[in-house]
Structures are given as structure tokens and as C-alpha cells.
């Protein structure tokens, strides 16, 4: 079964003050869509919304047509999984350790481990290569390993949607690049991934639709082209750029020289 995302008129705040404001948005059923906006835009909280951590104050989320906030717990992690900005843990595990805890939602607190979770965290570890370090402890692991465990973990949950916010957060560019490639595959084999990004280039390399959030509006749906213009980010960011662009693709380049101190708009 594919699963689809819809959220209606969803609304949300913080002590009273409004983060998210009328929100209505699909997601189709495997496909990469990327949300964008500054820093305090909602895509955080947004995320949050679609995962059930937290209940729309108004609106509500659809999982293939069943209200998350109405889901149990178990049954929704068996459909949809998260990944928040910073992951830890407090026991040193080894990969294989850590990748089977995705088979949680799966299992009853007593049951024993079936063949099915075993070929499960097989089946999470060859996909994201992580086959040749599985003994490994965590601790022994780089940034870019340990963010692929993490995504392994949440694989294992076998889910049908996947949630990631800010994925390449404090990687090399070497991990973010390996790290969104092999989201674009699992992507290409039919998971349905929705993630916040932070630099807009990558946002417009490796998603199939953006969405831009200003001041917890949706102010923009569409294609990477199509959103993602020179107009648009100067008035949600509030920055001059140049769109640079071929065939294949584009590239989002500040308008800005830089004269001693001072980076002075062009």
C-alpha cells in the first residue's frame, strides 16, 4: 500500500504565538519534497506536525486517508518514521545493534526476534552500506557513517514515508552528497520522502517538488524551477540571487561581491 500525505487547514502555535498558519498541502505517494524557508519559517514544527509528535491546533494530517493524530502509536511507526536534526543515544551499540531497534514498532515486548526482523535490518544495513561496519561500534563511526545508521534504523522500520529534517546538517560536502543520493534511490524504489533542507541548491538538486514556508504560510508548491526563482527568494529570504540554469540544471548564486568587511549587493 502506498501512503499519502494531505494536510488540511493546519494551523499551529507556541504559547499562543501562530508558527503555522493554514496549511494545506499533499504529498503524493513516492516522491521527494523538499521544505524550504528561513530560519523561525515552520518547516520544523511542520515535520513535527506530519510525524504526530505534536496536534494541529486547528486542521489536521492524513496518512492515506486515516488522521495521524488518531493513529496508535505503533501503527503509525509502522508506516511513517522521523529523523529530527540531532540524533543520539545513550549506550555505546554497535550498527547492527542500533539498526535493529527499528524492528520495535513491529514486535511485541516479549516476542522473539523472527526471521522477518532479521532480514528487515539486513535489508536496511545493504542499503545503505552499511554492511562491512555492522560490528562496529558507534563511537568508531564519522559524522557521515553515524547519520547513515540513523537513516538505516529508521528503514528498518520498513515504512512507506519517511521524515528527515536538515539531513546534511554539519556534514562534508562529500556525506551530503553520498547521504542524498541514497535517499533519491530509496525514493526511486517507491518511499515517499518528505525533508527540510537548509541550502536551497540541494533542495532543487534531489527533490521532485519544494515547498516554501514564510512565517509559517505556504507560500510556494511547485517544481524546483518553478519555485525556486530569483523573485521568490528575494522576498522570503530577503536576499538578492541569481538563478543560473542549463538543461539539466540550476544553480541559486548570491548577487553579492565582497569589498573588505562587507559583502555589498551588487
Known amino acids: ?9 493546519l494551523s499551529f502555535a507556541y504559547n499562543g504565538q501562530r508558527v503555522l498558519r493554514d496549511i494545506d498541502l499533499e504529498v ?5 519534497l523538499a521544505l524550504i524557508g528561513p530560519n523561525g519559517s515552520g518547516k520544523t514544527t511542520l515535520l513535527r506536525q506530519i510525524s504526530g509528535a505534536l496536534r494541529p491546533a486547528r486542521g489536521a494530517v492524513y496518512l492515506d486517508g486515516q488522521e495521524v493524530a488518531r493513529l496508535k502509536p505503533a501503527e503509525l511507526a509502522r508506516r511513517l518514521a522521523a529523523l529530527e536534526q540531532e540524533q543520539s543515544v545513550g549506550f555505546d551499540y554497535t550498527v547492527r545493534e542500533l539498526v535493529s531497534l527499528g524492528r520495535i514498532p513491529h514486535r511485541g ?3 522473539r526476534w523472527r526471521p ?24 568508531q563511526l564519522s559524522g557521515g557513517e553515524r547519520r547513515r545508521v540513523f537513516l538505516a534504523m529508521a528503514l528498518a522500520q520498513e515504512p512507506q514515508v519517511l521524515l528527515l529534517d536538515e539531513p546534511t546538517a554539519h556534514l562534508d560536502l562529500k556525506y551530503q552528497l553520498e547521504l542524498l543520493g541514497l535517499v533519491r534511490g530509496l525514493v526511486a524504489r517507491g518511499l515517499t520522502v518528505i525533508a527540510a533542507f537548509h ?6 538538486r534531489y527533490s521532485d517538488r519544494v515547498a516554501a514556508l514564510s512565517r509559517g504560510r505556504l507560500v510556494a508548491l511547485g517544481s524546483p524551477r518553478d519555485v525556486l526563482t530569483a523573485d521568490l527568494i528575494e522576498s522570503v529570504w530577503e536576499v538578492q540571487v541569481q538563478v543560473l540554469e542549463d538543461q539539466e540544471s540550476f544553480w541559486i548564486i548570491p548577487r553579492a561581491r565582497y569589498s573588505g568587511r562587507l559583502l555589498v549587493s551588487s
Open 109 to 111: 515486548r516479549l516476542s
Open 116 to 139: 522477518e526482523d532479521e532480514s528487515a535490518v539486513e535489508r536496511a544495513l545493504k542499503s545503505t552500506g552499511l554492511q562491512e561496519l555492522a560490528r562496529r561500534s558507534l563511537q
Open 1 to 9: 500500500m502506498n501512503d499519502n500525505i494531505a494536510i488540511e487547514s
Open 199 to 204: 541550502d536551497l541548491n540541494l533542495a532543487a
Open 28 to 32: 503524493k505517494p513516492g516522491e521527494l
